[in-house]
């Protein structure tokens, strides 16, 4: 079956870079997009960020433009998010979700926290 | 960017209920539009892609109508299994903007 298993939560400092990852079994990695979805303490969803599994194409939220980077290991079936320059309202649960084009985001992984804290 | 307003934010209701959230977008997204179900501690679910479409497996009790910049998420008779937090998202352009999301309690 599709799965979206992400990496382990991590605590950081603010001014740090935290890489998270996804990694994807169960369809076509090239077929689908992979979309970023944050979550803070309490709040709603935000959209950060989407790659094209068929040819690394970014798009990003501006608020954290200049600041993440995805990325993709096709022999892994691997997505990347990195954010740099954490700040305390990076805190949040960060989930990974297959992303189809017109079709919403279908499957999503388990999230990751990430902690930005001195 | 697009601004997605939903309504309401809470909505205090009883099992059997129908329940009707509105969502808007600040401007016309087409019908590129999804709804979530997201419970405590949990990832969100996808309920309904391209504004009416009910994702497979999604009981038949939601549904969703709207286009251009007005859009509805129904629920015929409120279960047990539906008190949740529900978003709306567009896919028109991006960035693809939420909701603010709209929280259902047991009256």
């Known amino acids: 079956q599709v799965q979206l298993v992400q990496s382990a939560g991590e605590v950081k400092k603010p001014g740090a870079s935290v890489k998270v990852s996804c990694m994807t079994s169960g369809y076509t990695f090239s077929s689908y997009g992979i979309s970023w979805v944050r979550q803070a303490p309490g709040q709603g969803l935000e959209w950060l960020a989407w790659i094209s599994g068929y040819n690394g194409n970014t798009k990003y939220a501006h608020k954290v433009q200049g600041r993440v980077t995805m990325s993709t290991d096709t022999s892994t079936s691997t997505a990347y998010l990195e954010l740099r320059s954490l700040r305390s309202d990076d805190t949040g649960v960060y989930y990974c979700a297959r992303d189809f084009v017109g079709a919403g985001m279908d499957v999503w992984g388990q999230g990751t926290t990430v902690t930005v804290s001195s | 960017d697009i601004q997605m307003t939903q309504s309401p934010s809470t909505l205090s209701t009883s099992v059997g209920d129908r329940v009707t959230i509105t969502c808007r977008a600040s401007?016309?997204?087409?019908?590129?539009l999804a709804w979530y179900q997201q419970k405590p501690g949990k990832a969100p679910k996808l309920l309904i892609y391209k504004a009416s479409n009910l994702e497979r497996g999604v009981p038949s009790r939601f549904s969703g109508t709207g286009s251009g910049t007005a859009f509805t998420l129904t629920i015929s008779s409120l279960q047990p299994d539906d008190f949740a937090t529900y978003y709306c998202?567009?896919?028109?352009?991006?960035?693809?903007?939420f909701g603010q999301g709209s929280k259902l309690e047991i009256k």
């Open positions: 998202q567009q896919y028109d352009s991006y960035p693809h903007t």
């Open positions: 401007q016309s997204v087409s019908d590129w």
